[in-house]
Structure formats: C-alpha cells, structure tokens
C-alpha cells in the first residue's frame, strides 16, 4: 500500500519542478524524457525480489517519469486548440476512464496467466508507445522571451526570463483557484480510496464491488466529453462555475453514501460522481488558459498540481483513522462532503475577480495610449509653430 500512495504522491508533488523544466526545454523533450525514465522504473520493476527496493523503483521512479509525461500533455494543447480547448480536453482525459474500466479485468487477467513480474514488463509496452507519442509534442506558441534570449547564445536565457515563475500568484483570480481547489480535495478523494472497504463493511462479499468502479470509469468518461464541449460555450473565467457545481454534487454525493442502505442506491451515487469528477477534470486545463494566459499556464498548472498533491495524500488516511476509531466509515463520509462544499464556494469569487482585472488592465493601456497622442499632438503643433516661423523669417530676409 505504502508503494502505490507513494507513487501517487509524487506523481503530484514533482509537478512544479516539472512546470520549471517545460518552460526551459519544451513539453517534446520533457515529455520523451519523462516517458523514457518511467520506461526504466517500470521495468526494473519487475526484477526485484523484495519490497525494498519497489519504493525507489516504482514509488520514486517511474512516479516521477509519469509526471514528466503527464502534464506537458495538458499544456500542448493550448498551442493546438483555443476555440474548443474543452472539447478537446475532454477527449484526452478521457482516455484515463477508458483504462480505468479496462485495465483492471486486464491486469488481473494478465497476472493469474503470467504473474506479476511478467504483468509489469507488459505494461512497458504502454510507457514506450507514450515514449515515442512525445515526439510528437511540436510547440506553436512562439515565446518571445525565449527568441530574445536565443539571439543572445543558444543556450542562454534572457535575464527577464524567472526559473521558478512565481509571478502567476500576482493573479489574484489564480491564487483563488489555486487554493480552492487543494481545500475541496481534502475529502474529495475519500469515497475513491474507502468505498470498496465500506461497501464490504455493510453488504459483505453478497455484492459486486467491482460494478461501482466500473459505473465510476464509465460516467467519468462520459462527464469529460460533455462538460469539455460545454465549457467551449462558457465565455472566460465562467467556465470556473462547472468546477463549482462538480464539487458542490460530489460533496453531496459522499455524504449520501452512509445513506444507501441498498446496493443499488451506491450504484446511482457511484454514476453521479463519476460524471461531475470527469467535469471537475477536463476543464483544469482551460481554467488555467483563461486565468494566466498561454505563456505561464505550464507553471500555473505545475504549482496547482503540487498543491493538490498534500490534501490527496492526508484525506484518505484521516478517514481511515476515523473509522479505526470509530468502526464505521459513516462519519469519515459526512465529513468528506464538507471540504468541497466549501471549496466551491470559494471559487464562485473568481469570475468577479477576474473580470475587474480584466478591466483594470484594459483602463491602463488605455491611460497610457492617450497621454502618448497628447504628447505627440503637442510636439506636432510646436515643430508646426517652428517651421511657419522659420519661413516667415526666410521670406523676410
């Protein structure tokens, strides 16, 4: 257990560093490098014999290696995509539900055939078809600041160019989002982690569990293809207010599952939840596009995901304390629900603040533009005044 939490761990945390390292080299190297590392994690992998090592190989190292690949793949679209970068979202991040529904019977499957071992050296087929897939990340958003420092020398940055772009926070729309985001996910990972446990805890092993991750993968997918396309529609910042309606229902739907006394109530929560997780997921990207621009969303999505990475890893275990001590997960549900309750809540703020951003940026070259013709005006008029004079003078003598 300890191996996958931390894999998953650090698949998040190492998101700033990797934000740093596709600003300064490019989501095509980043992303074949990532792939190639996660390639040699995966398959070292399967030849140790001991727990031990499996913290470094799986845990650190191919955790890491994913992460390098992950997130260039949500920042390459905006230098492909404007007008249906949700849509577009949707369709990728979808792909995730896909596997989410299938690999689970493959893997079981694979591994009662060929074993563990064998299962993992398998699944490196996948990581080499995302290492040869990043070859295919081809930038076309042109980076002044990077032509600037190339004029310089080919392996120098000009000095306006920040290694760790902290500037994203001057946002004020973004730090909103950035912080109310990681406060909804304190429990919004809870039901994902502990409802195979609670479903086992109240109908015994009489019922499928497997049919609730399946209606969750499923809904997911659908959620992320629907919701995508619909945010192509909201103008702005207001795509923001999908995110709150997705975490307001998922909050409420972890706190009707003590409720669900019947096997197939589960399954209508499951169904709901996966549909808004999937909008909560396929319109990060566009958000961020929105609130920072194209030139800084590489960071601004890197230092969400880090911050996303603390509530992901302490909810699920603080519900689990709940229910040891406890002895039902009832309480560590209800609890669950309130943190994206309030999480919503704070990103309703952001559509105002961003648009009176917008209008204060919008008055300021406005500002500058008129003094610039006043000035030129003015000067106009004196060389006018200057040459009449002059003539005048010539004409005289």
Known sequence: AWVSSLSMGMVFFCSPIV??????????????????????????SSFVSTIEPLYFTYGVLFACGCSFAYQPSLVILGHYFKKRLGLVNGIVTAGSSLFTVSLPFLLRALIDSVGLFNTLRVLCILMFIL?????TYKPLVSNTKDEEGGKKGKF???????????SVFRVLSYRIWAFGIPAALFGYFVPYVHLMKHVEDRFGNSVPEEVLLLCLGITSGVGRLIFGRVADYIPGAKKVYLQVASF??????S????????????????LFMGLFDGCFICIMAPIAFELVGAQDVSQAIGFLLGLMSIPMTVGPPIAGLLRD?????????YLAGVPPLIGGAILCFIPWVHERQKLKE??????????????????????????????????GF
Not at 19 to 43: N, P
Not at 248 to 253: A, K, S, V, W
């Open 19 to 44: 934000s740093i390292f596709t600003d300064l080299f490019g989501c095509r190297k980043v992303a074949v490098i990532g792939a190639a590392v996660g390639l040699a994690g995966l398959l070292s």
């Open 131 to 135: 290492f040869l897939a990043g070859f």
């Open 156 to 166: 120098r940055f000009s000095s306006e160019k920040k290694i760790c772009n902290f």
């Open 248 to 253: 307001f229902f998922i909050g409420l739907m």
């Open 255 to 270: 706190m009707m599952i003590p409720l669900c006394h019947v096997f197939g109530g589960l399954i209508a929560v499951c």
């Open 325 to 333: 001590r406890l002895g039902t997960y009832d309480v560590a549900f």
């Open 362 to 395: 919008r008055a300021k070259p406005v500002d500058g533009d008129t003094t610039e013709k006043m000035l030129e005006n003015e000067s106009t008029l004196m060389s006018d005044a200057t040459e009449k004079a002059v003539k005048e003078m010539e004409s």
